[in-house]
């Protein structure tokens, strides 16, 4: 373990390198938002405590997710450590639960005609995109909720491995859902790219393309063990 580390507990979430995680995902999620929407946009500043900031906010809990499950598969910045690894993936984890739930107060607080139009109908009600997209968001950040709580110190041991993985594996629930939520959300704009800010791609796609990664990579690695199994097993037949 580097010199960084040596004076800090092996298991605390905020330690320099997690710090870094967080300021990188989130320093470049805003800078996104702020460049797409008010540089390359015509977003008035006065937005960028709230609408702007929550826009970060809820690509950085996709990045932060996503990141959690593809740290030790595709990212392995840490295979020297496992113990940092471990505790990046925990972090990240927690971090993007936290930053969901808080998206989703902020959106709370935002949601109207006057913010976002398409999704309301001429009463000033959700229509039925509004309505879809809403609610697959909320069971999205319900099914956050199992791997959060169980990645917590003593979890593990309290409800046995099995349960365990069986709880971090709703993470991909939660990560499918979040594509759905997000093509709901924002599909029709995708199909116009002459209408981008900057020919930059809405924070919206960007999130899904995250998303998609993680379960695209579980479906691999899953693929690829399936195939080694089946060779495994033409192999045993033939010794014998």
Partial sequence: MSDEHRELPSDRLWQPTTGKWFAVIFGAS?????????????????????FILNKATSLAAVFFVASSYLIGKIF?????????????????????????????????????PAYYGKYFDDAGRLNLQGEFAMSVGVIALFFLLAPAITTLPGM?????????????????????????????????????PQGWNGGMPPISLVAVIA????????????????????????SDEQEH
């Fill in 211 to 234: 998303a998609l990664v993680p379960l695209i990579v579980r479906r691999k690695l899953e693929h690829d063990k399936a195939a080694r199994s089946r060779e495994k097993a033409v």
């Fill in 30 to 50: 805003l800078a996104y938002a702020v460049v797409r929407y008010h540089l390359a946009g015509e977003v008035e500043w006065r937005h960028l405590p709230l």
């Fill in 156 to 192: 593990p041991k309290a409800i046995g491995g099995w349960r365990w993985k069986r709880n971090q594996r709703a993470g991909y629930i939660a990560l499918a859902l979040v594509v759905v939520h997000l093509v709901a959300l924002g599909f029709k704009g995708w199909l116009a």
């Fill in 76 to 112: 392995r910045w840490h295979d020297h450590d496992p113990a940092l690894r471990l505790v990046v993936i925990k972090f990240c984890g927690l971090m993007g639960f936290f930053l969901a739930a808080v998206h989703a107060f902020f959106s709370l607080a935002l949601l109207s």
